[in-house]
């Protein structure tokens, strides 16, 4: 066992090297600062709690920000804990500016990837958010390298499309696709 | 193929959050953190994810407190253990205690011992689940390593490694364990689509053609199915029988030495 002091200088550790990347994850996905606070507070328990099991070296980011990704559904699946201690930093955050519906709105870039589904978002913005690789990726999300891969081929592919048929319509094209058709 | 970068999509940096949160804020709540007790460590963390379930995916409450609660006791070092050791009969049997620990455990516990051998588990097929998928040992007058085959799931494995007493070559191992919900089989060489099952481009193939390719090679093939980036209504594969012959292939990937999985559904790719 850990003596006490060498844990909680692991924790120190972990939890300077990666507040803001973490902290960062959580406010990108959640609506309020009170959300983040608290899904943030709640993973960094976590990390404490299961100390001994976050790798070392590289890979610790990634890890915590798995750990993230599971409070954050279930703290999307309604879990809400709120508690006090994370009161100062839910005020703090409060300042953040969001983009606006207007900006969303002109942006079909924002728009072709709001409809993406769930899962290819979650890759492309820890791809392009966090500034994951794929391997790094596999460990937030507990799959094999080669799914991030394909995800990320085919997110991508599906941006692209989304991209070109929002720009010059192309009905012919698209006609051959045919819902439930086995073609 | 360059893909289409989202960065500017991201509605706030790290730089922006570092620059909002007050050096009280973090200290506050690091020291509120460690400032907690955990909760005591259960004796049997087997046998609570047992009463958990499998689905990792799914029960991500469920999962993360049974998961979670492996580390910051510090369990006594037999309880933590990956591996077992147990000397019979000129051999030191090596047995797996925890088909899901990082393979640097079982590198960390074998070299504890002296030795120099990789044992790695990956995700396949339930017919290859507890058989050996690749391994590879050293010339060592002490004499050969062997593999003892058995079943192999996420939660129990029964496979085992014989190692003669006094080896000191390198091996490295790896088996099969059952995959779990949801999960990827451990893919091949190759990263492109395909590539693994030796057939790249494979989402310009139909299934006659691939799957024609694949028998010639005496390949069998196991299903995925694939809609629109769904695997509903077939999540955990189709049966063949359903498998209409004209649709695409979207990809292949490596099962096992000789299992290829196409993911297939009736959209051509674009």
């Known amino acids: 066992m850990r003596p006490p002091d060498d844990r909680r200088r692991r924790f120190e550790e972990l939890y300077r090297a990666n507040h803001d990347p973490v902290l960062g994850y959580v406010v990108r996905r959640t609506a309020n600062g009170h959300d983040a606070a608290d899904v943030f507070a709640e993973t960094f328990l976590t990390v404490w709690r299961r100390l001994d099991d976050v790798p070392v070296g590289e890979k610790a980011r990634p890890w915590l920000f798995g750990v993230a990704r599971r409070v954050l559904a279930n703290h999307h699946r309604g879990a809400r804990r709120h508690t006090a201690l994370t009161a100062r930093l839910a005020s703090e955050l409060r300042a953040i500016q969001r983009p606006g519906e207007e900006a969303a709105g002109a942006d079909i870039l924002t728009r072709a990837f709001a409809e993406l589904p769930d899962d290819y978002r979650e890759v492309l913005s820890l791809a392009d958010w966090e500034g994951l690789s794929a391997a790094e990726i596999s460990v937030v999300l507990g799959c094999s390298v080669n799914a991030v891969r394909i995800r990320l081929h085919r997110a991508g592919r599906r941006l692209a499309r989304a991209l070109s048929e929002d720009h010059p319509p192309r009905p012919a094209a698209r006609a051959r696709v045919q819902e439930g058709d086995p073609a | ?270």
């Not at chain 2, 099969?176 to 091949?188: D, L, S, V, W």
Request: aromatic letters at 8%; charged letters at 25%; proline letters at 8%.
């Open chain 2, 1 to 270: 193929m360059t893909r289409i970068t989202v960065g500017r999509l991201n509605p706030v940096t790290d730089d922006e959050i570092a620059r909002l949160v007050s050096t009280q804020s973090r200290d506050e709540l690091a020291e509120h953190i460690t400032g907690t007790v955990p909760e005591p460590e259960p004796r049997s963390r087997r046998r609570r994810r047992l009463i958990v379930g499998i689905p990792l995916v799914g029960a991500v409450t469920a999962a993360a407190v049974v998961a979670f609660s492996s580390g910051w006791a510090g369990p006594q070092p037999a309880e933590a253990a990956a591996l077992s050791f147990q000397r019979e009969g000129g051999y030191l049997v090596v047995r797996v205690q925890d088909p899901e620990a990082d393979p640097e455990r079982y590198r960390e516990e074998f070299r504890q011992r002296g030795l120099n051998i990789n044992l790695k588990l990956a995700p396949t097929s339930p017919d290859k689940a507890g058989q050996v998928l690749f391994m590879e040992d050293g010339d060592d007058p002490a004499g050969r390593i062997e593999a003892v085959e058995g079943s192999c799931g996420e939660h129990a494995c029964s496979v085992a490694v014989k190692v003669p007493e006094n080896y000191r070559s390198y091996a490295s191992i790896v088996f099969g364990r059952a995959a779990e919900q949801g999960e990827m089989y451990a893919t091949g060489p190759g990263d492109e689509p395909g590539e693994g099952i030796g057939l790249p481009g494979i989402d310009d193939y139909t299934v006659t053609e691939a799957v024609a390719i694949l028998r010639a090679r005496g390949v069998a093939v196991e299903y995925r199915y694939q809609y629109r980036g769904s695997d509903q209504p077939y999540p955990h594969g189709i049966p063949a029988d359903k498998v209409d012959p004209d649709w695409y292939v979207h990809e292949g990937l490596v099962g096992s030495e000789n299992q290829a999985i196409l993911f297939v559904g009736p959209e051509p790719n674009d």
